[in-house]
């Protein structure tokens, strides 16, 4: 079975940054190929791995209820909404990628969810890393998209604030019984050693600090200039020392 890396924390914390680095780091290590899913509606994990998705499961979706009259004779929807989720990955040499994108109009995603839950299922089993790319809140870790998660990695910028948010991600774990084996926080952006009151609400959280990056000027330059995070190079610092924990959030 696959293992299921995915982030959570609040909005430009550096979850797709975290995302894309771990994909990087598991084709360096030949766990290929990666599942890569982009599961925040707006979504940016194609750019920061250089793949440009041709459609994703939103559009899909949207196209299959236009043609619904018109599903051939003896398939079921399911199966024809699989044969759609096949589509809609993009493949490359080391990474697979599947953009979730978003529902037409208002109204809430359960539809989209409901896909996702049952491709993720049936797709974990083909390949040995699976890592999904959240947006930003709470709400997705509340409509359960993934049965199991290995590796929860709560994302936070250097404040106690942030650190406080971050407990209370964690909490909505416990209180949702969500099925996850491993839970970190990785501390992002951080000017120099982490303040002593940031480390004191880190440990009311319940979380372990798996790490603390410092701000990167080489990767905030190549991501304002629209160059792939995967492209930076082994020698950058966020990359290196990630590299360093990625070995216990992988598993
Ligand atoms: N360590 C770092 N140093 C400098 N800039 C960083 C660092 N980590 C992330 N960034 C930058 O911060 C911005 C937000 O990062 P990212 O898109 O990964 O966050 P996110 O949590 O996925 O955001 P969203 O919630 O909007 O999806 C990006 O411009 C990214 O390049
Ligand atoms: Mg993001």
């Given at each position: 079975?696959?293992?299921l890396i995915a982030s959570a924390?609040?909005?430009?914390?550096?979850?797709?940054?975290?995302?894309?680095?771990?994909?990087?780091?598991?084709?360096?290590?030949?766990?290929?190929?990666?599942?890569?899913?982009?599961?925040?509606?707006?979504?940016?994990?194609?750019?920061?791995?250089?793949?440009?998705?041709?459609?994703?499961?939103?559009?899909?979706?949207?196209?299959?209820?236009?043609?619904?009259?018109?599903?051939?004779?003896?398939?079921?929807?399911?199966?024809?909404?699989?044969?759609?989720?096949?589509?809609?990955?993009?493949?490359?040499?080391?990474?697979?990628?599947?953009?979730?994108?978003?529902?037409?109009?208002?109204?809430?995603?359960?539809?989209?969810?409901?896909?996702?839950?049952?491709?993720?299922?049936?797709?974990?089993?083909?390949?040995?890393?699976?890592v999904v790319?959240n947006?930003?809140?709470?709400?997705?870790?509340?409509?359960?998209?993934t049965?199991?998660i290995?590796s929860l990695v709560?994302?936070?910028?250097?404040?106690?604030?942030?650190?406080?948010?971050?407990?209370?991600?964690?909490?909505?774990?416990?209180?949702?019984?969500?099925?996850?084996?491993?839970?970190?926080?990785?501390?992002?952006?951080?000017?120099?050693?982490?303040?002593?009151?940031?480390?004191?609400?880190?440990?009311?959280?319940?979380?372990?600090?798996?790490?603390?990056?410092?701000?990167?000027?080489?990767?905030?330059?190549?991501?304002?200039?629209?160059?792939?995070?995967?492209?930076?190079?082994?020698?950058?610092?966020?990359?290196?020392?990630?590299?360093?924990?990625?070995?216990?959030?992988?598993?």
């Open positions: 079975m696959s293992k924390g609040k909005g430009g914390t550096g979850k797709s940054t975290l995302a894309a680095l771990t994909i990087k780091y598991l084709v360096s290590q030949g766990k290929t190929p990666v599942f890569a899913v982009d599961a925040d509606p707006n979504y940016t994990l194609g750019d920061a791995l250089g793949i440009a998705a041709e459609t994703n499961i939103g559009l899909l979706r949207e196209e299959f209820m236009d043609e619904r009259a018109t599903i051939p004779a003896g398939m079921s929807k399911n199966a024809l909404l699989e044969r759609q989720m096949q589509a809609a990955v993009q493949e490359t040499k080391d990474i697979d990628l599947l953009v979730m994108g978003r529902q037409e109009g208002p109204g809430c995603y359960c539809a989209l969810n409901d896909v996702l839950r049952n491709f993720l299922d049936m797709a974990t089993g083909s390949y040995p890393y699976v790319d947006e930003a809140g709470m709400e997705h870790l509340s409509r359960r998209t049965r199991r290995d709560v994302v936070a910028e250097h404040s106690v604030k942030a650190a406080r948010a971050a407990g209370r991600i964690n909490q909505l774990v416990d209180e949702l019984k969500l099925d996850v084996d491993r839970r970190f926080l990785l501390l992002n952006k951080v000017p120099g050693e982490p303040a002593p009151e940031v480390l004191a609400e880190i440990e009311n959280s319940g979380l372990e600090l798996i790490q603390a990056l410092p701000y990167d000027e080489e990767l905030a330059r190549a991501d304002a200039e629209g160059r792939p995070i995967v492209e930076l190079p082994a020698s950058n610092p966020t990359y290196d020392s990630l590299a360093g924990v990625l070995p216990r959030i992988v598993g």
